[in-house]
Every structure is written in C-alpha cells, then in structure tokens.
C-alpha cells in the first residue's frame, strides 16, 4: 500500500507540473545551435499575424502552424497594456478578436477614444492589466474563416512571440510592427520617461536581436522592426542597427504622426529622405497597382522608383478568398503570386496562408532541386511549372 501512494502522489505531482506550462515554449538555451539557415534567394514568405488564415490571428497556434508551412518571418502587431507588458495583438480595443464581451466582470472598461483621427468605442487594450487580459480568449476575425479554434486560445507577449521564432526547428526571422505608437505613449506610462518605442528596442536587445540588413548578426537572428509612424522609425534609428521596414497606407489616409498624404510619402524627396532610416517599404499592394470594379490597372512607378534607391517593396496583404482575388486572377491565389513576384517583382509578401505561398515558391523557384512539396518532388514540379508559364 505505501509503494502505491507513492506512485499515485508522484503522478499527481507529475498532472499538476505539466498542466501549468503554457501552450507554447518559452526560450530555451539551445537555440543557438546549428540550424537550416534564412533562405534569401527569393522573395520573402512573410506570416501576416500567423497563419490566420487557418487559426486566430496573433496566436501562438497561428504562429507555430506558419512556420511549419514554411513561413520565412512571422510578422506580429505590437500593442501595450495598462501596466506596460507589451502584446501581440493588432486592433486597439479588443472587441472583434476576443471574448472580451462575454465577460460580465470588465463590462464597465467600454471608452471611447480618439484612434488615428477617428472616434472608436470599445474595449481597449490600454484599459486592462496584462494578469486581466490572460483571461481572455482570442477568436477568428472574419466569419467565413474556420471558427472551431474561438475561445482556445489565449493573447500572447511579444516575448512569447520572439520565444517562438527562436525555438524553431531552423532559422526564423520575425517581423514586428510598432503599432498604433502616438495612442500608445498618450495612454501608457513607463517608468523614467521611456516611450513605447524604446521598451520595444529593449526587449529585442534583451534576446539577442541586433545587426543591419544580411550581416552575419542578422541572419543568426533575422528581424524586420516595421510602423506606419516614421517618427517611431526615426527615434529607433540611433537605438538599433536592424533594419526597418516603412509601411504605407491607402492613398486616403494620413500619417498617423506626421499627418502627410499619401503622395507626400511617396514622393521621390521623401522616399531619399527616409531611406536613411529604412531598408525598405511596405504599402498596400492595390496603391502600387490600382483597381478599378475588381480589375487591375496599369502599375505605378513605386516600385520601380524604391528599387532605384536600393530599398525594398513588401507589399500587404495576400489572401485566399475569391472575396480577396481581383477578376485577373481567376480565384487562383498561385495567379496573384505569380504576378506580384515575376512582373511586379516585389521582394516580400504579407500573406494570411504562409502555406499556400511556401508551395507556389518551391513549384516555380524550389531552394533544393530534391525537395519535397506535398508529396511530389520539386525537381519535378518546378519543371512542369516551367512549362505551364511558357518557359524555355
């Protein structure tokens, strides 16, 4: 009998240890080993908020399942709360990616801020501690997505997001945005006058993150620090050497910051302004090429005009759904992939199916001529891919 309340307390002991790890790792120490290294020979397979085209955006999940698909960054909003604990997340108020409703304790937190030039009411995330916030759960942002993982899974940090890349089984870079930064620093407060942009800075120091663009420091761990505010990239440019990505909006929304339009921002004297900041842009793909009822017009010169002074053009956001795919495309994502990479020749891609991407890639440019893609060589799917396209 007391052998078997030995063993009956040890597994006991044993369920509680396990059931209080998180779901997902935190850093290990062996992260620094040898591993598959950052591919750089084609345009980068950038996770828009995970791959949230299959699970919840900013999750852990979502996170692990893009870079089994493939992913070459995983890209995160940074947000803050209350208390200062910075968080993957991309809207300020938490009302359409949480169950933050549904909790009866926090009915009385609703506000009503400016946000970017325009009044929104809702949750936010400046209102709630982090120990409040972990008692939310996420869900899946658009209704005709698969809504089985509502309610499973959690917010996350952005250490816990920068554990995820490190603890991959090869080289993953991540791709954070300094989000929404002039509503940020007027709600939080950190301790001797920091701003949100440095505890942002300081958190990537703290594990390692630093080196420009393909330096030997960068490519052991790869980071782009991207912001619509280029206030936000400017004060960051004298506290890290990483390199930073300018992202661009629709032509009819301002700065966020400065408060210019779009064409001044894509203006030829700021483009040589900025690119003594940033290694590149990221706009909207329908402003480099517009639309008009669904179909594709004639491309601008914006990418011609970033590559002339040697920055490089990632473009938001790609995605699946025939809702998403202009009429040129004929509901086929590979179509859309297809021309952004060989005739606009865009150098990254924000997408919300990292699989999807990493598949067309390793078809029409495979990184190992004995790879395997679902299934099937790509040796010979490169081949037949050549041959559908029209090559030689």
């Known amino acids: 009998m007391p052998s078997i309340c030995v063993v009956c307390f040890t597994l006991f002991v044993l369920f509680l240890s396990s ?12 992260h620094r080993g040898t591993k598959q290294p950052l591919q750089t020979s084609r345009p980068y397979n950038l996770a828009h908020r995970g791959s949230n085209g299959e699970f919840p955006e900013e999750t852990a999940a979502a996170y692990r399942r893009a870079i089994e698909e493939g992913a070459d960054f995983i890209e995160s909003d940074i947000l803050a709360t209350k208390d200062g604990v910075l968080i993957c997340f991309h809207d300020c108020k938490l009302d359409i990616t949480t169950d933050v409703a549904d909790h009866k304790e926090f009915s009385d937190r ?53 554990s995820i890349a490190l603890d991959a089984p090869r080289v993953v870079g991540i791709y954070p945005e300094i989000k929404s930064p002039v509503f940020v620093n007027k709600h939080v407060k950190w301790a001797n006058g920091k701003k949100f942009e440095d505890v942002f800075v300081e958190t990537l120091k703290k594990y390692g993150y630093k080196g420009s663009y393909l330096s030997k420091e960068w490519l052991k761990q790869p980071c782009f620090i991207q912001s619509f505010a280029p206030t936000s990239l400017v004060h960051i440019s004298n506290q890290t050497d990483l390199p930073k990505i300018f992202l661009i909006d629709d032509v009819t929304v ?17 483009l040589d302004y900025i690119k003594k900041y940033v290694v590149g842009i990221g706009p909207w793909k329908d402003t480099l090429v517009p639309v008009v009822k669904n179909y594709m017009q004639e491309p601008t010169d914006l990418v011609s005009r970033a590559h ?44 919300d199916f990292t699989g999807s991407l990493h598949n067309f890639q390793e078809w029409t440019s495979p990184l190992s001529e004995t790879g395997v893609v679902d299934g099937h060589p790509t040796y010979l799917l490169h081949k037949i891919a050549k041959i559908v396209r029209g090559y030689n």
């Open 308 to 351: 002339a002074r040697g920055l490089q053009v990632h473009p938001y956001t790609y995605r699946n759904e025939n809702k998403y795919l202009h009429f040129d495309f004929h509901q086929d994502p590979y179509i859309e992939y297809d021309y952004w990479i060989n005739k606009i020749g865009v150098d990254g891609l924000f997408t």
């Open 19 to 30: 059931s209080a790890r998180p779901l997902y790792k935190l850093p290990s120490k062996d």
């Open 254 to 270: 301002l700065t966020q910051d400065t408060h210019q339009t779009y064409s001044e921002i894509t203006s030829d004297a700021y």
């Open 110 to 162: 609703k506000r009503t801020y400016e946000v970017e030039g325009a009044n929104v009411t809702g949750f936010f995330t400046v209102d709630f501690t982090w120990k409040e916030l972990q008692i939310l759960r996420t869900k899946q942002r658009f209704p005709f997505r698969d809504q089985q993982y509502n309610g499973k899974f959690p917010i996350i940090t952005f250490e816990d997001y920068i």
